[in-house]
């Protein structure tokens, strides 16, 4: 088991190495001879960028962590345009962000091949909503390819390079939680000279302002071509290697799976015994290639269509079949759930209904026995880590603001702060969101500082929004300029941990540095005395009674107050002293001086910090110390203490 | 072979998916078709984490499928508790038995079950054989606690049926950690394959 970014870069084709999807994917893109990548990290797309950061300086791909989606699709864009070959990755919620680029400019096409990976998450495993990219796909009228396991993943990327180039269109590749961060046998292929030899690839951009300007009477001629393009890729798709038809040629049952429902409908089908059935692999959702579909249709009787999330499939099929008289059955919805991630089970219970067979063992059966167990095992949701500096600083804030203040926050680790007990979240939205949330509800409860009419002093509702250093550059610098320009009273405490930890401690413009060394650092604090901010300090919330004075401070003074609380991300320091074999102090509870009071379980909640209900004391879970010293500052009765021994 | 299916379970920072990328590493090597199935991201934060390995020629998605796990391999035990559907009829439980307590149970919000409750409900309801031991003491006892995961899978390594060799796992571990801790690891594997034999004798 080499390291993943010496596989993703090994000169051996032929050779079967165990890769999760988006590494997969960053190698087909390096098969594919990639020269421009752009983009910003969102779980489950995150490995792909982090794998092509580590690999670029020895592939002579020019990589770039950019400080949000539609950046990210612009730089990736231009390249393509420029005639290289140029990919951007996001999560479904960042294919948001990037919407407003992305539907302007699906009309001008592209020069160098233009792939766009957007991850899905069904189920929401570490997500905000449960948006289907393939629809997002049929509304820009851009084609929509869908692995269904990690080699097909890498596969697939080189085709969607070569799709892209032929007819000079986007092409977006969708992956999902459970094909992004599934691991599977892939086989490598050839790397091309450039990638081997880590020649620098330039381009060069031709103008032409018919093309690349959108005004309307540019605009006006893009949405004719667009699906006059869409069509001619439907026909293409007929014979894209990725569509096939299998199974029993004269079955008069047929089921119809794309993407990753494939993998799912193949176990079914195994599982119930079921072989007299014809299958319609689709790696190409949307569009549907119809001549396939005709015959696959042919001689069917009835069809079921097994997909993830939305009806996208389903509603091409019905329309292709309404259009064509053909009246047979064609199932879908009805059968197989709308919300949350498909499964084998659900899979194997659609069929199973579909033909009116039961399915290999009772599903109920196993459901009421958990529905027991499930209440018997308690919640462990996920929490901030041991000696994460956003623990000390929601615990300022709280004290500092009080219980009526309201706490808009952001998308970020520290979003696990609406969890007892911190509980100091109370609205999440989407990325920068915390800070236009912030102003709205200032405006809304306190007015604005340029009304006549305003409340302010002890009048005002106080107002605390917390936002992450890479947010705050993804989307909360516009919303912190709208702030300052229309007078709100609010404080934004911007929670700096000096890296993107969230998706795996990605560097961001507040950490400086970037794949290529040192880029150029921007002070959070820098930026908000330029904009104006009525009030900006920088703390260290490791301290946490001046975190709490900070912020008092900072709430008497009417305006924009901007705190940046600063202190890197735990998991990221004690990742890298266990690298360099470093130790921290381990702390432990002096029991004499434990009166019980639990404010270090019921107020801070450090998950090294648990409750041993036969002594009715706390006690601290040495394995999971990581040596901040925060309880010390918490205890009102001084019962934490290092102990003589280290840890690691 | 059809499939094996693994589920190993735990608390996120518990070297988890680090023991699901060596198992499916071994089996790859051993010539299986493999899939490996993980959750990154904010739900890994020290709450509860679930990884899927398996491997056969019937194995197309990376998730194990509810009443289909072989094993269910626990680094805490009320993980296991709370995946205990994936669990097949006569399939196996194996956990470490030193319990991480939740917040909501320190903060009095809920309880933890005994060991004893939880052996109940697997091999009464779920018709499984359940089996704990303290994996964390034997690590230590090898010489670092990180090589929980590494004891815990030497004991899989023992358990009926279990279609990877203790060659093929060792193998894949000795190429994978840093030369330094090359032995700690063997040791902690060793421990992990000694407890297991002890564990399966009784």
């Known amino acids: 088991m080499a390291k993943v970014t010496d596989i993703v870069l090994w000169d051996k084709p032929g050779e079967k190495v165990l890769l999760l999807g988006n590494h997969a994917i960053a190698r087909g893109a390096l098969e594919a001879n990639i020269a421009v990548y752009a983009a910003y990290p969102g779980t489950p797309s995150s490995e792909l960028t982090d794998t092509m950061a580590a690999v670029a300086e020895k592939a002579g791909v020019y990589m770039e962590y950019s400080t949000n989606e539609k950046v990210a699709f612009e730089t990736a864009l231009s390249a393509a345009w420029s005639g290289l070959r140029a990919m951007t990755a996001m999560k479904h919620v960042g294919l948001n962000v990037a919407a407003d680029t992305f539907m302007s400019a699906v009309g001008m096409g592209v020069e160098g091949g233009f792939v766009i990976m957007v991850a899905d998450d069904p189920s929401m495993w570490s997500s905000q909503n449960e948006q289907d990219t393939r629809v997002y796909g049929k509304f820009a009228n851009v084609p929509v390819l869908e692995p269904s396991d990690p080699h097909e993943a890498k596969e697939m990327v080189k085709y969607a390079f070569d799709l892209s180039e032929k007819f000079k269109h986007f092409v977006i590749l969708r992956t999902t939680t459970r094909s992004s961060h599934a691991r599977g046998d892939v086989v490598l292929g050839e790397l091309p000279e450039d990638i081997k030899q880590a020649r620098r690839k330039f381009g060069k951009f031709k103008k032409d302002p018919t093309r690349f300007v959108d005004i309307p009477a540019h605009s006006r001629r893009f949405h004719p071509q667009i699906l006059e393009k869409i069509e001619k890729i439907r026909e293409e798709l007929n014979n894209c290697p990725f569509n096939w038809i299998e199974g029993k040629e004269d079955a008069k049952v047929g089921i119809i799976a794309p993407g990753l429902s494939y993998a799912y409908v193949k176990e079914a089908l195994a599982w119930l015994g079921v072989d007299d059935v014809k299958v319609l692999k689709l790696g190409t959702p949307f569009p549907v290639p119809y001549g396939l579909l005709e015959k696959f249709m042919d001689g069917l009787e009835k069809v079921l269509i097994v997909e993830e999330l939305e009806p996208v499939v389903e509603e091409q099929v019905k329309t292709w079949a309404y259009d064509k008289g053909l009246r047979i059955p064609i199932h879908g919805k009805d059968l197989v759930p709308r919300v949350y991630e498909m499964t084998t089970r659900r899979a194997v219970t659609a069929i199973a209904k579909f033909l009116g067979i039961g399915t290999p063992i009772n599903f109920a059966e196993i459901d009421e026995k958990y529905e027991k167990v499930s209440r018997i095992v308690p919640p462990r949701p996920p929490s901030l880590c041991p000696a994460c500096p956003h623990r000390n600083s929601f615990f300022a804030i709280r004290k500092a603001a009080g219980p009526k203040a309201i706490f808009p926050s952001d998308i970020g680790c520290y979003t696990l702060g609406v969890l007892p007990p911190l509980k100091t979240v109370d609205t999440t939205v989407a990325m920068g969101a915390s800070i236009g949330v912030a102003h709205g509800l200032s405006i809304a409860t306190n007015g604005s500082l340029a009304e006549k009419e305003h409340k302010s002093g002890k009048e005002k509702q106080i107002i605390v929004a917390t936002i992450g250093d890479s947010t705050f550059y993804h989307t909360g610098l516009p919303a912190l300029a709208n702030a300052i320009y229309n007078r709100s009273n609010v404080l934004i405490v911007v929670l700096d941990n000096l890296v993107t930890a969230m998706t795996g401690d990605q560097p961001n413009p507040g950490t400086g540095q970037t794949p290529h060394g040192m880029g150029r650092r921007i002070p959070i604090e820098d930026v908000a005395k330029a904009m104006g901010a009525d009030f900006v300090a920088v703390v260290d919330p490791y301290d946490i009674k001046a975190t709490y004075e900070t912020v008092k401070k900072a709430l008497q003074v009417e305006g924009v107050s901007v705190v940046v609380s600063r202190q890197v991300c735990a998991l990221y320091k004690i990742g890298q002293m266990r690298r360099r074999g470093e130790k921290w102090p381990i702390y432990h509870v002096i029991e004499d001086k434990c009166t019980g009071c639990k404010i270090c379980i019921n107020a801070y909640g450090c998950p090294a910090i648990y409750w041993d209900s036969e002594t009715k004391k706390a006690k601290v879970d040495p394995s999971m110390c990581w040596g901040c010293g925060g309880c010390v500052q918490v205890c009102p009765f001084d019962a934490f203490e290092p102990m003589k021994e280290e840890g690691e | ?202």
């Open chain 2, 1 to 202: 072979m059809r499939e094996y299916n693994i589920v190993i379970t735990g608390v996120g920072g518990q070297g988890i998916l680090t023991a699901a990328n060596l198992l499916g590493w071994a089996a790859l090597h051993a010539g299986h078709k493999v899939r490996v199935g993980e959750v990154h991201g904010m739900s890994q934060r020290f709450g509860s984490v679930i990884a899927y390995v398996r491997f056969g020629e019937n194995v197309y998605g990376a998730m194990v499928p509810e009443g289909k796990a072989d094993v269910i391999l626990s680094f805490e035990p009320v993980e296991a508790l709370r995946y205990i559907n994936y669990l097949k009829k006569g399939g196996l439980v194996f956990t470490n038995a030193r319990p991480i307590p939740p917040v909501q149970v320190s903060m009095g919000l809920a309880t933890y079950p005994t060991l004893d409750e939880m052996k109940k409900i697997v091999e009464e309801d779920f018709g499984g054989k359940f089996m704990a031991f303290d994996a964390e003491k034997l690590a230590l006892e090898a010489g670092n606690i990180v090589t929980t995961n590494v004891v815990l899978i030497g004991a899989l390594s023992q358990t009926p049926g279990f279609p990877l060799s203790e060659e093929e796992i060792k193998e894949v571990i000795r190429i994978s950690v840093p030369p330094k801790t090359i032995d700690v690891n063997m040791k902690a594997f060793e421990l992990g394959v000694k407890a297991a034999k002890e564990m399966l004798r009784l």
